[in-house]
């Protein structure tokens, strides 16, 4: 029989073979296909930004306003993404258990619908409360987040119980949602929406300051620390292999570079200069001759999405129904042995994509001030491409949210850019649908070498 063993002195030797990248990967344990995302998603930046700037005739190292890495564009980017990539945090659980959801563009479609009518007229004329109550966007939020568990409830029972494919509930979901989206007002826009309510969608109002946003990034950080610190001790606790102090260093001193760098640019986007007069003018401030500067700061859009993925982080990885989602994914017949009740955890996991669909939904129809029966559309054809390019794997067991909400920012970084371009919608069409399957055809060539 021959030795598998292995020694301390046969584990160096083997590091040493290394070459000096492995050997840093290995050191500070990065996801290589994270790192390609991250490599892919400058690139595109990179090259959005030069062609945008060569259309211009700009040099673009001035980062002329009008081109693509300006704080202008990439905090827009950064609030156009918050929708599609909380509905890919929900996805990764769809497709992680070999399921599929077709219907969540049109699912926002109508939970967004549903909200601005309760906004607009249900509350008011029906229950009574006055224009501009603060119970307004409350209760408004609570029906659509009912509607939204209802309708997963309603798709996962069907799935699980009635053992119908999830692709034919959802293709007829995405049938039956859109139609109702557009039979709850008989096609009619609505809006105005709640004030508060419009603080979901980003804008001046919707942001948190120069002040706050500081706070939050520090706040970040600090996180970011004792995370790492807090992550050693366990390792020391249970005698795992510890990562070399340099590598824990480099990992956080990058992060919170990041995560401050972020917050320097969302406070480098001031004010429009007329918002930036009546707010003057409103509260007796003196403008100076050469303007007064008020910075957006971070948008709340983007803290909604943080903070989803932070909690679909946690339940995946830190909870058994997490635990039993990817067991499920990676073999039904044995998790289903092993006694987990997978019809349940099915159901569940639709539930929870119609909770984050009205989440997403708020956020659109915020954005917008009005609900209108094309919310979301095409939507779900973003949040699949976002989880896949994420490297969520179409065979189901693997994937991850942050990859899915690097993936939402790429393929909305596309969309902006080609829209900055002035590329014709057909083509961001073909060009979404082109990335959508390089994608799984990379997956699948990185599983057949794995």
């Known amino acids: 029989m021959t030795d598998t063993t292995s020694t301390p002195q046969a584990d160096t030797a083997r590091a040493s073979e290394l070459g000096a990248v492995a050997r840093f990967l290995k050191a500070t344990e990065i996801d290589t296909r994270m790192l390609g995302m991250v490599g892919a998603l400058l690139v595109i930046w990179i090259g959005l930004h ?9 040099n673009p190292l001035d980062f002329d306003s009008r081109t693509f ?54 509350l008011v004329r029906f229950v009574g409360l006055e224009l501009g109550n603060p119970w307004i966007w409350v209760l408004a939020l609570l029906i659509g987040l009912a509607l939204g568990l209802l309708i997963g409830a309603f798709q996962g029972f069907i799935i699980a119980y009635l053992e119908v494919p999830a692709f034919i509930v959802t293709l007829g979901g995405l049938l039956i949602w859109r139609g109702a989206a557009w039979w709850v007002t008989s096609g009619q826009t609505v809006a105005p929406l709640d004030a508060t309510f419009q603080l979901m969608g980003g804008g001046p109002a919707g942001s948190i300051g120069a002040t706050w946003s500081w706070v939050v990034g520090i706040v970040a950080c600090l996180a970011v620390v004792f995370a790492l610190f807090n992550g050693r001790v366990q390792r020391k606790r ?19 570079a990041l995560i401050l760098g972020a917050v320097w640019l969302a406070n480098s986007y001031p004010w429009p200069i007329g918002i930036v007069n009546r707010y003057a003018a409103a509260n007796n401030i003196t403008v100076p001759d050469g303007g007064l500067f008020i910075a957006h700061g971070i948008a709340i859009p983007v803290l909604m999405a943080v903070a989803v993925g932070l909690i679909m982080t946690f339940i995946t990885n830190r909870t058994r129904f997490g635990r039993y989602v990817f067991a499920i994914g990676g073999n039904p017949e044995a998790a289903n042995l092993a006694g987990i009740n997978t019809r349940w955890i099915t159901m569940k996991v639709f539930m929870i994509m119609g909770v984050l669909a009205t989440i997403a939904a708020a956020i659109s129809s915020a954005r917008q001030n009005s609900s209108t029966n094309v919310l979301g559309t095409l939507d779900e054809l973003l949040v699949i491409a976002a989880a896949v390019i994420g490297g969520t794997s179409l065979a189901g067991g693997s994937g991850t949210i942050i990859g899915a909400m690097l993936g939402a920012l790429l393929m909305q970084s596309l969309q902006s850019g080609m829209v900055l371009l002035g590329v014709d919608s057909p083509l961001q069409s073909i060009v979404v649908g082109a990335v959508l399957v390089i994608a799984v055809w990379l997956d699948t060539v990185y599983r057949k070498r794995v």
């Open 50 to 58: 030069v062609i945008s700037s060569m259309r211009l005739g700009v």
């Open 69 to 122: 890495l300006t704080p202008r564009n990439l905090w827009n980017l950064s609030v156009q993404t918050s929708a599609v990539a909380i509905m890919a945090c929900g996805m990764v659980l769809v497709i992680v258990m070999r399921n599929i959801d077709l219907s969540v563009g049109s699912a926002e479609g109508v939970i967004g619908m549903v909200m601005g009518f309760a906004q607009v007229h249900f």
């Open 238 to 256: 249970f005698r795992f292999p510890l990562r070399p102090i340099w590598a824990e260093t480099l990992l956080g001193v990058v992060t919170c």
